[in-house]
């Protein structure tokens, strides 16, 4: 017969802002999130990602350590973070010195289901449903794809 570990979801240890809004479940640990954010059920943001003021993470989410989300961002349902590239050609496991960032700038708008390898996406930058965004991002503009490649230039990138 075997056994079995039952691991509650929990929120420990969490930096939040004024006027946060979590729904549970969700497994918030070691993070902060910023003033009049909103947290959407079934979301794990781990120990030492910022998230801005004034975001809205919506369901399913899942941000990893040493993920920056600038203020007013909107994440869509289904949004992961990936924080290790496999560069050894399989996951870091314990080897978190192998990990890598990935920067978010202020009013990016990132659609559900979207994968964000380790990179920086620019203030005003929106990324389509489903898009996969393997290379930084350095102009204001609409990405999709797999890769994401810029499909639209926004003028003023706000």
Request: glycine share 14%; aromatic share 6%.
């Given at each position: 017969m075997s056994t079995f570990?039952?691991?509650?979801?929990?929120?420990?240890?969490?930096?939040?802002?004024?006027?946060?809004?979590?729904?549970e479940p969700c497994n918030l640990y070691e993070c902060k999130i910023?003033?009049?954010?909103?947290?959407?059920?079934?979301?794990?943001?781990?120990?030492d990602a910022v998230?801005?003021?004034r975001c809205r993470i919506q369901s399913h989410s899942f941000i990893c350590?040493?993920?920056?989300?600038?203020?007013?961002?909107f994440i869509g349902?289904?949004?992961?973070f990936v924080n290790d590239t496999f560069r050894s050609g399989g996951p870091a496991a314990g080897n978190t010195n192998e990990w890598k960032p990935?920067?978010?700038g202020d009013h990016v708008s990132i659609g559900s289901n979207a994968t964000i390898l380790p990179v920086s996406i620019c203030h005003g930058a929106v990324i389509g449903?489903?898009?996969?965004?393997?290379?930084?991002?350095?102009?204001?503009?609409?990405?999709?794809?797999n890769p994401a490649v810029l499909i639209?230039?926004?003028a003023n990138g706000l």
């Open positions: 570990q039952s691991i509650q979801s929990t929120i420990r240890e969490v930096t939040f802002g004024a006027g946060v809004k979590v729904v910023g003033a009049d954010s909103f947290i959407g059920p079934f979301v794990e943001i781990q120990k998230i801005g003021e350590s040493l993920v920056t989300i600038g203020n007013d961002c349902h289904g949004v992961m990935t920067h978010i449903a489903g898009a996969v965004v393997a290379k930084d991002i350095t102009e204001p503009g609409i990405y999709a794809g639209r230039r926004i």
